[in-house]
């Protein structure tokens, strides 16, 4: 069980939002709550427009309740959002490159205007 201390930095996930708040599960022990003056340095109309219901993000811890197994939360100093690296994959150019492309072209070209003139000679009649 990790130790929650204040000042510290967890990640956690959000599971409720109210006008007042967003709740957070860290585990099975505790919980914690961020009040929308912890939300931002700014006036917070929404905060669905800071987080949402199932984001796993950072939170300071401002108070820790050990009998309640309830933190006090904050974002508002901190870069909560987690930033996922995305792997890259290195492009490996293929012998035969854009061959298929140039010989099958001109075949899929005229099926789509064979289509187009069945569809204009049924239209005449």
Known sequence: MVKYTKGKIVKGTVTCIEPYGAFMSFDE???GLI???EISKGFVKD??????????????ILEVDKEEAHLK????NINYKINKKQR???IIETATGFTT???KLPEWTN????KIENKVNTIDK
């Open 88 to 90: 890259k994959h290195k």
């Open 29 to 31: 022990y505790y919980t």
């Open 35 to 37: 009040h929308i003056s």
């Open 111 to 114: 099926k789509e205007l064979k």
């Open 101 to 103: 492309l140039s010989k």
């Open 47 to 60: 905060i669905h427009d800071f987080i949402d219901v199932g984001d796993h993000i950072y939170v300071e």
């Open 73 to 76: 939360l904050s974002i508002k």
